[in-house]
């Protein structure tokens, strides 16, 4: 299992996967935006998301998990 | 003069714009988002009009909202900042439609220096030696790839419409143009509405110097010297200063006079910045120009007392300059550094709550604020928080006082750059002016990654 953490504070601008997808490592996930900057936040493993902890619109804190690999 | 002017602009530019309108005893009106109801700006003008939700679509580029507070308030004129829509040639057609006197340059200007391609073209007129490139937008990834093989590798793929580096990207082989293409050009659309794109060749180890200029409607035109810009990180500038510890006195003289030649066949009116790429052997060309206030103005204003926000006023308000170029001069040294809201090895955004902002005091430090001790800073503007400003007689005094300064720069709560401001202030290579645009890159990022 990997906790998928956001690099940023900051709303998410778009959700890029869905919970029960199947995902490689380094497929963005979200994409989060803050202070003008687009960030994207890819998966640190291959695997299912589990759970997606997040949908557009919701802030984050940095570290905050955005969804879980398993 | 003006006797009440709206500033459509927020954070440290407005609070800076509503200070020489006191000192000018001109009445201001600031407009706010929601999420800025309590910045520092707002309360420091005269009255002040909520245009809409945090987002900028919503609230600082909506020109109906700005144009209503406007009228509400009885305003004349409208300062438009920098950024958001002060380089919008249809915002200032509106601000005149509406009768209001937009303190900048003419839409016609704005618009032709707001398209790169259509600059290039207009420098190249003037006679201002330009980047070889493509005169026109470059249709597709192949054409693109006929004109790179031209000029030679390494390219720069630039965004017709682009700023701040967006849809910009240094391309080193067709392989590499063709993945680039495409996506930069789908950003460009997304971003600017626009996804022309053009090719020019990369200078190589470039410094971005800058040349200020100002213009009265009376065909009076001068420069006010350079500005050196080249420490950036993400293509945006972090370290400023005037004069250029780089430049010989006569590529300074090339420069400026190079700078009025461009202004006078534009028929350029107001303050205005020629953005230069200069090489190791001191050969610059046309890299864009900005038609209004910098953020980095402030230098400027240290090394030749001239409060140039007055003078945008003043101009738009249609007096004749008060001085000529032999009336100008440069005196000492002055480093401006942005305090960015940002992690500073990262470089990404940190918005947050602030729970200390205690800012230092001292001989030749100035301050440009966004914020005070318990701001939010939210996540909704450019990330810059406030701008610390070091004068010295020369190069060396400016750099003590600066070290000095960002010692005792006091912001918790959230993550800045300051950390890396420090570095780079007190690295030797910026005391002997090594400051190419790959500083960061090559002595600040290195160090800090290996710890």
Redesign the interface.
Known sequence: MTEIKA?????VWKVVAGQGDTINNGQDIVIL?????E?PVPAEADGTIKELKVSEGD?V??GDVIAIIE | MFKKVLIANRGEIAARIIRTCKKMNIATVAVYSEADEQATYVKEADESFLIGKPRVNESYLNIDNILHAAKESGAEAIHPGYGLLSENAGFAKRCREAGFTFIGPSEDVMATMGDKVAARQAMKEAGVPIVPGTDQAVTDVEEAKAYANEFGYPVMLKAAAGGGGIGMQAVNGDDELEKAFEGNSKRAESFFGNGTMFLEKQILNPRHIEIQVLADGHGNAVHLFERECSIQRRHQKVVEEAPSPFLSESTRKDMGETAIQAVQALHYKNAGTIEFLVDREENFYFLEMNTRLQVEHPVTEEITGIDLVEQQLRVAYGEELAFRQDDLKRNGHAIEVRIYAEDPVRFFPSPGQLTKFEVPKGEGIRHELAVAGNSMVTPFYDPMIAKLIAYGEDRDQAIFRMKEALENYQVEGIKTNIPMLRDVIAHDKFKQGATETSFVEKYYLPAVTNN
Request: aromatic fraction near 8%.
């Open positions: 690099s940023m504070a900051g709303s935006e803050s202070m003008k900057m960030i802030f804190n940095e």
